[in-house]
């Protein structure tokens, strides 16, 4: 006789039940979180890279593994006339005006234009350094990087100001010997990126090569021909802040001006500003 089967249980079912809704919302806002603190670890890790300095060298803050500067700066202080108080003011003006719109690491050359264009005058080189006003104290020392800044720019630029007030009377103003031995200095020639020549200075010329002087103080123009004193300023930008004398009257004024404005062109500077005033109207980089 055939046994009778039971009655068959039912299977359990393989399916796990859907998830509610509140699991699921849980479980994405636990995502985000965990997201959100990788990606600030990555950037805070990224932010530390960044803000570490560069093996620089102390006395300057310039780059020691970097050959030539990605931009560099000449500031030259014709510094055959005496200068006024106010004149100097101007002059500290311009400097940090100037070195405030380098980027870090760039490179600013401070110049006088003395009696021998041989022989810079009272010549400084520093590297733009952090200011405390420009971190964020993530990563950085603030008061490290006070304390750089002082070290590098303050003091030098101070002390170089002071001793404005020290400049005499010169005989000679060799201002087309000064500029051409300029552009010829392996740092600030044409394999730097970006250049900027800054000059204070009456622009009266003289000595044995070139004089303005002649005819008593009237306008004479450069010869066209320069020869070995013909300046590479090719792609540079120019600034001159003309200082006016009263003694230079009537040598200074409109053709003067042109005079300088042809020799700087004809030396391939491409940005040229004749005038009076901190920056002459260029922002900030």
């Known amino acids: 006789m055939a046994l009778g089967r039971g009655p068959r249980r039912r299977l359990l079912s393989s399916r796990r039940r859907p998830a509610s809704a509140e699991r699921v919302a849980e479980t994405q806002r636990a995502l985000k979180f965990y997201a959100v603190v990788v990606v600030g670890a990555a950037l805070l890790v990224l932010l530390a890279i960044l803000a570490r300095p560069k093996p620089v060298d102390v006395a300057t803050g310039c780059e020691t593994d970097q050959l030539l500067p990605k931009a560099h700066t000449v500031l030259v202080i014709d510094q055959t006339d005496r200068f006024t108080p106010a004149q100097i003011t101007y002059a500290k003006t311009v400097l940090l005006y100037e070195y405030d719109r380098l980027h870090r690491y760039d490179l600013l050359t401070v110049r006088g234009v003395g009696e021998n264009a041989d022989t810079p005058l009272r010549n400084f080189?520093?590297?733009?350094?952090?200011?405390?006003?420009?971190?964020?104290?993530i990563a950085v020392n603030e008061d490290q990087v006070a304390h750089r800044f002082e070290t590098v720019a303050g003091k030098p630029m101070a002390r170089y100001l002071d001793s404005l007030a020290r400049v005499g009377e010169a005989e000679t103003s060799p201002l087309v010997e000064t500029i051409s031995n300029i552009s010829r200095e392996e740092d600030f020639g044409p394999g730097v990126g970006q250049r900027r020549l800054v000059i204070i200075s009456d622009m009266a010329q003289n000595s044995a090569n070139f004089s303005q002087y002649k005819n008593k103080g009237s306008q004479v123009a450069l010869p066209t021909e320069l020869g070995v004193f013909r300046p590479d300023l090719k792609g540079a930008s120019v600034r001159v802040h003309y200082l006016l004398r009263p003694s230079l009257r009537r040598l200074q004024g409109p053709a003067h001006e042109a005079t300088w404005?042809?020799?700087?062109?004809?030396?391939?500077?491409?940005?040229?500003?004749?005038?009076?005033?901190v920056g002459l109207g260029d922002a900030k980089r």
């Open 125 to 137: 080189k520093l590297c733009r350094v952090q200011k405390r006003a420009e971190v964020y104290g």
């Open 261 to 277: 404005q042809d020799y700087f062109e004809r030396s391939g500077a491409k940005d040229i500003k004749f005038g009076w005033g």
